[in-house]
């Protein structure tokens, strides 16, 4: 149902359109009761059609209209179908973001506004569940007022079967059929949290992660979760990072940190209420040349405190850790967290009783895994992480053990009895040379890989050229060692580390061993562990009794310099191997 100007809808007259979205269109109308204009938004034809929509859409409507904050545009009432709604002057935060990114004080200014909307929302039971810029408007005097509260709610199936917006519901997209349904547009996907994005019911943490996206564009101008099409932008929230490096270089360190707390994939370890987000903001700077703003934060502590007497125990020990990490001196560099629930993507099961069936690519962007349909028939597959199914590398029947080229463009492998390797994108597995039983290979930045021919006891590492070849012997066997495996080349290829156990399966009393490159004497790195591998971080991690460790190194002097801390528990092993998942 559209309106033109001078139609009438109950008591109100229509003046003039104002735009249309994923809800509905709206329309600057005069209430001639309160001699007042109000904005009148239509719609879906779909809703208004339906009575019993229509009657729980008014009872939801009755609920916001109890919110009375300055920062909520507020909600009058329902009328033929049609929302009768506080009409707020003024540009939306997303036309402010299109003229480039929000200044920091201006930002802040801005997110505290926000913040304390949703804040006393939430305290209402009531949830946004499809905050973004758009849904935003910045009133001429500096007010923030947040549009659309409780409008917006995730998707659900007709009666037919097709999924539709409904008025308990919203334009959030739960599934890929949406993007030709009539009013859902991409912008909302962008801004859903991953949890909404895969069809799962939306809360507070919900409007959190809303929260960061809309500060993070206010910062950069740029969306922190967005792609080509709807299918691309799904999969960057669900598995993509924001671009945390595009920040200007006068963001305090502190908004940085809640900005990742509040882009926490995982919903559990996200912040988990909004008030931290606002009181983090309160206690930051004066916000300099910021229309409204305050010069400085004159407030007694104790007030503050006070409003935190009713706040959940749980929030307040989050705040106290986050104030004892955020103080802290000097501010550490903001590094964020990588948390992947791995799918596989195929409907194949992976084998753990020989070595790693599943790595990430040098760069962090594909998985690759040896995988069986049916038990004793293993293949390679590759996905994505920025898709959700698994592809099939062909002519890798028997693949165990992958590991790949420092370029991330090949797959080294062991199978049938062969060092073998293929393209990650497909084509024809090589051959490289015998390997009757492959107990490991790391592939060098010179174009070699050094690798365990076997499993049996006395052999060593051995070296082949990646273009295959004859393999020469890399190191001999020393007393009291019954096998070299697991091998990792480590970053300038000076030198490699390996697990060396005194006798096969028993890996509890194994010994990480440093092997200088080409030549050198070798070194205990380790006692009492096994499958090592150096991480970017400055670590080495391995595994002892089903437990990961993690030791700082020192990759110039090739040393542990400090103490081993357990990070993990419960690590798949293979007993009989020494390898681990």
Not at 502 to 511: R, T
Request: include cysteine.
């Amino acid at each position: 149902m559209s309106l033109t100007p001078g139609a009438r809808l109950g008591p109100y007259e229509i003046v003039s359109a104002i735009g249309a979205g994923g809800m509905g269109e709206v329309y600057r109308a005069r209430d001639t009761r309160l001699n007042r204009d109000v904005a009148i938004k239509i719609l879906p034809e779909l809703f208004a059609a339906d009575a019993d929509r229509v009657a729980r859409f008014q009872r939801e409507a009755q609920v916001l209209a109890s919110l009375n904050h300055p920062h909520i545009a507020s909600i009058y009432g329902v009328e033929g179908g049609a929302l009768v709604l506080e009409l707020v002057e003024g540009p939306t935060l997303a036309d402010r973001i299109a003229q480039g990114p929000v200044p920091v004080g201006e930002a802040l200014f801005i997110a505290r506004q926000i913040a304390e909307a949703l804040e006393a929302a939430h305290e209402h039971g009531i949830i946004h569940r499809d905050l973004k810029p758009a849904n935003i408007k910045l009133t001429h005097d500096g007010t923030v007022k947040v549009l659309d509260f409780g409008l917006a709610k995730a998707t659900q199936a007709s009666d037919s079967g097709l999924l539709v917006p409904s008025l308990a519901n919203s334009p959030t997209i739960t599934s890929p059929a949406m993007a030709t349904h009539a009013g859902i547009i991409l912008g909302t996907a962008a801004y859903m949290s991953p949890e909404q994005a895969k069809g799962r019911p939306a809360d507070k943490r919900s409007d959190v992660w809303g929260f960061g996206c809309v500060l993070f564009e206010m910062l950069t101008a740029k969306r922190a979760f967005e792609g080509e099409d709807l299918t691309d932008t799904i999969a960057a929230v669900v598995r993509g990072e924001p671009a945390w490096n595009a920040f200007p270089a006068d963001v305090p360190p502190q908004v940085r940190a809640l900005l990742v707390g509040c882009l926490e994939k995982d919903r559990k370890t996200r912040i988990g209420d909004i008030a931290v987000a606002r009181f983090l903001l309160e206690q930051g700077p004066a916000v300099p040349g910021a229309r409204g703003a305050p010069v400085a934060d004159t407030r007694p502590a104790r007030r503050t405190w006070l409003t935190w007497g009713s706040a959940a125990v749980a929030i307040a020990s989050l705040l106290a850790a986050l104030m004892m990490w955020l103080r802290s001196e000097p501010a550490p560099a903001v590094t964020t967290p990588v948390r992947l629930t791995a799918d596989i993507g195929a409907d194949a099961s992976m084998d753990g009783t020989v070595g790693a069936s599943s790595i990430l690519s040098p760069d962090g962007t594909v998985l690759a895994f040896a995988a069986e349909k049916t038990p004793g028939e293993s293949s390679l597959y590759v996905r994505r992480l920025d898709q959700l199914q698994a592809t099939t590398l062909n002519g890798t029947e028997g693949a165990q053990s992958p590991f790949f080229s420092p370029d991330g463009k090949w797959i080294g492998f062991f199978a049938q009895g062969k060092l073998k390797k293929v393209a990650v994108t497909g084509g024809a597995a090589i051959t490289l040379c015998d390997a009757p039983g492959g107990r490991g290979g790391s592939w060098s930045e010179d174009g070699s890989i050094i690798f365990t021919p076997n499993g049996q006891s006395g052999t060593g590492l051995h070296r082949v050229s990646a273009e295959g070849g004859a393999p020469e012997k890399l190191s001999e066997i020393a007393d009291g060692e019954a096998s070299q495996r697991w091998p990792q080349v480590l970053p300038g290829g000076k030198a490699v580390i390996f697990t060396s156990p005194p006798v096969l399966g028993n890996y509890a009393n194994s010994a990480i061993v440093l092997q200088p490159l080409p030549t050198g004497p070798r070194k205990i790195l380790v006692k009492g562990g096994a499958y090592a591998r150096y991480v970017p971080s400055g670590h080495l991690v391995y595994v002892r009794a089903s437990s990961l460790f993690a030791a700082p190194f020192d990759l110039e002097r090739f040393e542990v310099t400090g103490p081993a801390v357990p990070v993990l528990e419960g690590v798949s092993t293979g007993l009989q191997s020494g390898g681990a998942q």
